[in-house]
């Protein structure tokens, strides 16, 4: 949904510049991801929201994939190459010219803040305009501001300048309301001043801050916004802000759910990807994370203990201390505990995984079981089987996979092993301890059975001088006592 208020002629620019260094990554900062989205797919996303005439993105560290992830998040979007100039007010420059001339005012975001949502930067559009002012920066007040340029003020309250943290004298520094990198800019005026802009500072650097003192020294108006929620406003910087992001997000996004009617029993060890949908009446168990694009049907209960990525769960589903990816789980079904379904997994309405069950690449029908201790790779199984404890479908002979389809009502024996490429007919039956290579015909039968063989002092023989063959020593010894016993009675 776009924001209806938003100016038809604002445009976006996004700093996805930047290194990043703090992370010590070979991820680039940006790319790093909270809550299901990169930190710059959270910033173009929030983007989109405001409907801009047109959105432009500055890259230059590991280009190539920063531009990737923006074709995929926002495909209409600019991507602008920084050239070797440094700084943010260059980046700028170079986004203001990307955009072209009939933008009246630009929204400038940085791609390491993701938690701004469309609230507060509509409330900054909107004091903007109200305010006609030539700048417009949103600010956040701190308890402890180092490492943040500093938002000065003049004697009349207003806007006088922003000084980096390298640059601030020692009664700047003391200043705890800091500058959140977020402006928004008459269009003409920005590209007027920042033509202005030096290199003057300790980093060398054409800040875009300086805009905002040569703003003022012309007396143009520079509004200010300060963010209710500070830390929604922060950067991430390093390790440490983004799990402070993370942890910051996933609370928010924990709270919308339960406004919506979704049952969460800990937020604390419950994580949601704001990707994720949930019905009403949904009950999350602690440590239960659904993850990117799962789906979760009304009435149904997942947890504890289980991980959810890109799932389908049915309505009213049970899913126990599981592990599944790409999987979808129908109606009424029961999957768990100490379940994995792997990608292609399907389970049908009221069908049934159970206790230390692999599913992979395979679809079981509905009202079908496989309860206990067993592999599925490429199967289909069709409605109203059971699978006894141990079955195995042995998918691959070293060269290729194979497919094994398996009916309905078909009921088999404990430990079996279905080896593929192979066909159990409709209503078949297998023994205990089968092993399955052929097709069994529907309704028949299958078993694998050979008469047991003895073979009497084997251990002793084979194995001499092992805790084994004493037992079996002892054992034989004394079973010729008794049977001397029994013979002298007799």
Known sequence: MTDSTAPASLSVIVLAAGQGTRMKSA????????GGRSLLGHVLHTAAHLNPRRTAVVVRHERDLVASEVAAVAPGAVIVDQDEVPGTGRA???????????????LVLSAD?????VPMLTALLAAHRERRAAATLLTAVLEDATGYGRVIRATDDAVSRI???????PDELAVTEINAGVYVFRADTLRRELARVGTANAQGEKYLTDVIGL?????????????PDA?????????????????????RTVRHWQREGVTVMDPATTWI??????????TLLPGTHVLRATVIGEG?????????????????ATVTRTDATLAVIGADASVGPFAYLRPGARLGAGGKVGTFVEVKNSDIGERSKVPHLSYIGDTTIGSGVNLGAGAITANYDDLAKHRTEIGDEVHSGSHNVFVAPVRIGDGAKTGAGAVIRKDVPAGALALSVAPQRNIEGWVEKNRPGTAAAEAAARARTSQEADDGAQNEDG
Do not use: F, M, Y
Request: glycine share 6%; aromatic share 0%; net charge negative.
């Open 27 to 34: 991820t680039p900062k940006v790319l790093h991801r909270i």
């Open 273 to 282: 990807d704001v990707t994720a949908t949930l019905a009403r009446d949904v």
């Open 92 to 106: 700028v420059e170079l986004g203001v010219e990307a955009l072209g001339d009939d933008t009246a005012d630009v």
């Open 215 to 227: 703003l003022r020294d012309a007396a143009l108006p520079v509004a200010a916004v300060t963010a």
């Open 300 to 316: 149904a209960v997942v947890g504890p203990d289980t991980t959810l990525v890109d799932c389908e769960v049915g309505e009213r």
């Open 113 to 117: 803040v993701p938690l701004l949502d």
């Open 231 to 251: 830390a929604a406003a922060l950067g991430v910087n390093d390790r440490i802000q983004l799990s402070e992001a993370a942890r910051t997000l996933n609370a």
């Open 163 to 169: 000084v980096e943290q390298k640059d601030a004298a």
